[in-house]
């Protein structure tokens, strides 16, 4: 039924090392890619729009009769036909994982950050993160839970990021992936026992509300573990008082941001 439009996706795949490769790029799963190139199968609407962006087609050219689809792509500028080459930031990141990838397999499963928040001032802010290895790289998911009122709704917000080790430093940085508003970078300490518990740092980032200030916070990540429950862990994350018992007295101290008369500059926490 849908056989022009599986002769075009294999014209376009051709552009590319391997079908393999487009999967991957366009994350999407490759026994349902297959279905499409099939032509027994036709993708959906969320489904076509990430193939037109990856590809540089609009969803009607791609449904064009096989023989006319490809007389529009033999005449299109070739940047707008997928090369099968990296972008320049895929091959710096492709680098910088590649130099610290063993060390940074020590510190994937899941942890509770805490830190100041940036849009509730005077109150810790508890997250959940996982961090975990995908293909040749170490990704990571932040979620975040902000309540402010105990009668009102809580607002949540996914973060999507890449971790990186380099030089017994760990560095993240990753977006908010629900309104893309924002992007948050984290310089950590890594753990030299052989068991890990916390990891110190700064984080600099904006904050949720209208005045968007640019802003630097201490910032802990306890280790949880590789598996946890997450629904129940979720359930923890939110908003915290200063005195609140439910955060541990030293969690408290490496979060305050605080400095003395002979800083000059704002530093983590050892």
Request: glycine share 6%.
């Amino acid at each position: 039924m849908y056989q022009d439009l599986s002769s075009n996706l294999k014209l376009l795949c051709s552009y590319y090392d391997s079908i393999a490769e487009v999967c991957r790029r366009v994350d999407l799963n490759r026994t349902q890619f297959n279905r499409y190139l099939s032509g027994r199968y036709k993708p959906s609407p969320k489904t076509m729009r990430k193939l037109c962006d990856f590809f540089g087609v609009e969803e009607y050219e791609l449904l064009l009769p096989a023989t006319q689809f490809e007389r529009l792509i033999q005449v299109r500028p070739k940047v707008q036909v997928a090369s099968g080459l990296p972008r320049i930031e895929d091959r710096h990141l492709e680098a910088l994982s590649h130099a610290g990838s063993l060390q940074m397999e020590k510190y994937l499963g899941y942890y509770f950050e805490y830190y100041m928040s940036m849009a509730c001032p005077g109150k810790i802010l508890r997250n959940l993160i996982c961090i975990e290895k995908r293909d040749e790289g170490f990704y990571y998911q932040r979620t975040e839970r902000l309540k402010e009122h105990p009668e009102e709704p809580a607002f949540h917000s996914k973060y999507l990021g890449v971790a990186l080790f380099l030089t017994d430093r760990i560095f993240m940085m990753d977006y908010e992936a629900l309104a893309t508003n924002e992007i948050t970078e984290t310089i950590l300490t890594p753990s030299y026992k052989n068991r890990i518990t916390r990891l110190n740092g700064l984080r600099i980032g904006v904050p949720a509300n209208g005045m968007r200030t640019p802003s630097c916070a201490r910032v802990v990540m306890e280790y949880l573990g590789l598996q946890v429950d997450i629904r129940k862990a979720l359930g923890l994350c939110g908003l915290y008082e200063l005195q609140d018992d439910a955060i541990d007295e030293s969690i408290k101290l490496a979060v305050r941001n605080s400095m003395s008369g002979a800083e000059w500059h704002f530093t983590a926490l050892a």
